[in-house]
């Protein structure tokens, strides 16, 4: 019988993981989508290429060592370009998220096997929003969640090793994002919190409990400052991946404020219904009790408040003209998925037995229009056309066949003032993807007319955001025009400025829509370079088909390098450790290609494979080790004796049995 459990578990797991890629990667041959242009997209592929050449501590890499390192060893492991593997990763990381809330939700709540799959299902699309080039923001919810059940498997038994896989996933999360680093350390200093009032409310025993949870919270940021001190990219002069970074260097942040706002709206109008159902559901169910023991009740009802509240008191925040991100956490608000799943499962009250039941059919009803919904919130995301990054290319290999150090500088002009900001730093990062990775600091571009390029001055507009960006990027072409430099035009960025260098005498057309203005034609003559790192342009465009093969194929090796870590730090657990492997397998791909990395090993080429092996060879030891001490897979009960509260008196223990 358990057997047949175990296979079912497996089963069921299977069949939602393969649900919520395709949920994703159809969308890739409908549109016909080649280039992976959305979003912050276009950045992972020059920082995963130029850390891949280079190291992750060369400058113009990134400061997300947990994002990048993983990202390079994909690409070398498998033979694809970094282009492949940052189009097929968004799907990963979004399964990844559903599955490693699905598999917390069973560790804090107790085997359900249909509040795992809605759980998997919502949460895993609901991070639709971010599935279109936040790769950092998915990659730090699938660590944090997986941290988060490693934490609550260790206060349902006594194994010392869960504490020890939690600081590691924890510290790995916030390496994946920094930023969101501190979150984490909020929402953990809150469950804290709720643990220590549980046990100084029912005077209990074990004081332990929590002084372990603070040597986890301490281990975690030891591991963060520890991957930022051998995998933090090296200062250097700033190269603006997004419009939020121009503007915050310009000191423009009102319009960053506005910017932010108007995103804003886009995501209220996929929170607000989520939201709408998350409370039906909520009042059709009876939460108490709820938890599978107390330690876990009060510790993850905290961080839940916690991060519900935090996302709540972000929105007004924003919207009164503080520079709070609210933006991003109305995408990242987990919790509510998480409570519609629970409502919808839960046991109705049964003094309402009719009003439970009309609420529990809305709830349904409003999970069937709340994954639809989430799609098009997905399907809604502009991609750019191939010809981009067709011309790109066409660029990038005019500069390979330049001696090192000659600049290639865009002609590129939108005087629409804000939008022009997220136009230009597009194709910036069009072009920083398809010339070789080590001369990515030698991109520039002037923003302004062919006319005033050549007089040597900025082309002003009257307004504010643009001719600030306009002087800025124009102080830093002025310098390097004493020596020899490309400087090209191309139609598909900027139509106006490729017809007027077609106008000018002794213009060299470099390929159909691109041309070198005269003058600026490089170092005719020069030596060119012979490494592949100066001379490599990026891939291209992609075949669209690619998503859906490549997807599945990744999330199948970050389980299977995730699951002998999962059996033996968790073993007996079935599908709560299977459903964490993807996550444990991103982590410990993350651990290993850091300190491949760090001993200067590149991770590109036969070395690259270095911390894919090392990854899957040392779970297997652990896994063997784990065996050869007799671990039978049997794992302690819910609640250890000394957390018994002294009064003998337990609260909050749901009394749930798998299906």
Not at 198 to 209: C, I, L
Not at 461 to 473: N, V
Request: glycine content about 10%.
């Amino acid at each position: 019988m358990q057997v047949q459990r175990r296979r079912g578990d497996l089963l069921v797991l299977g069949c939602t993981a393969v649900g919520l890629i395709l949920f994703y990667v159809v969308l890739f041959p409908i549109k016909g989508i080649r280039v992976p242009a959305w979003s912050d997209a276009q950045a992972y592929i020059w920082w995963t290429r130029r850390a891949g050449t280079l190291g992750l501590r060369a400058f113009g890499t990134g400061s997300r060592p947990a994002t990048v390192a993983p990202l390079a060893t994909l690409s070398a492991a498998l033979r694809l370009p970094a282009e492949a593997i940052v189009e097929a990763i968004g799907p990963v990381l979004a399964t990844a998220v559903g599955l490693a809330a699905a598999g917390l939700t069973d560790s804090v709540l107790g085997p359900n096997r249909a509040r795992f799959v809605l759980v998997a299902v919502l949460c895993g699309t609901f991070v639709s929003q971010l599935a279109i080039g936040f790769d950092a923001t998915l990659a730090f919810a699938a660590l944090l969640l997986a941290g988060l059940a490693y934490l609550s498997e260790g206060l349902g038994g006594s194994r010392r090793t869960s504490f020890v896989a939690a600081s590691i996933l924890l510290g790995m999360a916030a390496l994946a994002h920094p930023v969101f680093g501190v979150m984490e350390a909020g929402l953990l200093v809150v469950g804290i919190a709720g643990m220590v009032l549980w046990h100084r409310r029912h005077r209990a025993v074990d004081r332990g409990r929590p002084i372990r949870l603070v040597v986890v919270l301490i281990a975690a940021a030891a591991i963060v400052a520890l991957g930022l001190l051998v995998a933090r990219s090296a200062p250097g002069p700033p190269l603006d991946t997004s419009a939020d970074t121009v503007l915050r260097r310009l000191g423009l942040w009102s319009l960053l404020r506005e910017g932010w706002r108007d995103t804003l709206v886009a995501s209220l109008a996929v929170l607000t219904p989520t939201a709408v159902v998350a409370a039906l559901a909520i009042a059709r169910g009876r939460m108490r009790p709820w938890a599978s023991a107390p330690d876990r009740a009060w510790m993850f009802a905290a961080i839940g408040a916690a991060w519900l509240v935090g996302t709540a008191a972000s929105i007004p925040l924003l919207l009164l003209g503080t520079s709070v991100p609210a933006q991003r956490f109305v995408t990242l608000c987990l919790p509510l998925p998480v409570m519609i799943a629970m409502g919808i499962t839960g046991r109705p009250s049964a003094r309402r037995s009719r009003a439970a039941a009309t609420l529990l059919v809305a709830s349904i009803a409003g999970v069937v229009f709340l994954v639809p919904r989430y799609w098009v919130a997905w399907e809604a995301q502009r991609g750019e056309s191939a010809p981009a990054l067709v011309a790109s290319r066409v660029m990038g290999s005019a500069l390979a066949r330049q001696p090192a150090g000659t600049p290639l500088i865009l002609i590129d002009d939108d005087p629409r003032g804000l939008p022009a900001l997220f136009t230009i730093t597009g194709h910036a990062g069009y072009l920083r993807d398809a010339i070789p990775p080590a001369r990515i600091p030698d991109v520039f571009l002037f923003v302004g007319s062919v006319r005033d390029f050549l007089a040597g001055r900025p082309t002003l507009s009257g307004d504010e955001s643009h001719d600030l960006l306009a002087t800025d990027y124009w102080n830093r072409v002025r310098p390097v025009l004493d020596r020899p430099a490309l400087a090209v035009a191309a139609f598909t960025f900027d139509g106006v400025a490729f017809q007027d260098a077609l106008m000018l005498p002794g213009h060299v057309n470099l390929a159909p829509g691109v041309v070198a203005l005269p003058g600026f034609t490089g170092a005719n003559g020069g030596i060119p370079p012979v490494s592949s790192a100066l001379t490599s342009p990026g891939a291209g465009p992609l075949a669209s088909w690619l998503p859906v093969w490549l997807s599945p194929l990744v999330l199948l090796l970050l389980g299977a390098i995730g699951l002998p870590w999962v059996a033996s730090t968790l073993p007996g657990r079935g599908r709560i450790g299977a459903a964490l492997a993807p996550a444990v397998g991103l982590a410990v791909i993350s651990v290993a290609a850091i300190a491949t990395d760090a001993v200067g090993l590149r991770l590109q080429g036969w070395s690259g494979l270095v911390p894919v092996v090392a990854a899957l060879g040392g779970g297997l030891a652990m896994l063997a080790r784990s065996r050869r001490r007799g671990d039978d897979g049997a794992h302690p009960g819910p609640i250890g004796r000394r957390a018994i509260p002294a009064s003998g008196h337990v609260t909050g223990i749901a009394r749930t049995s798998s299906p």
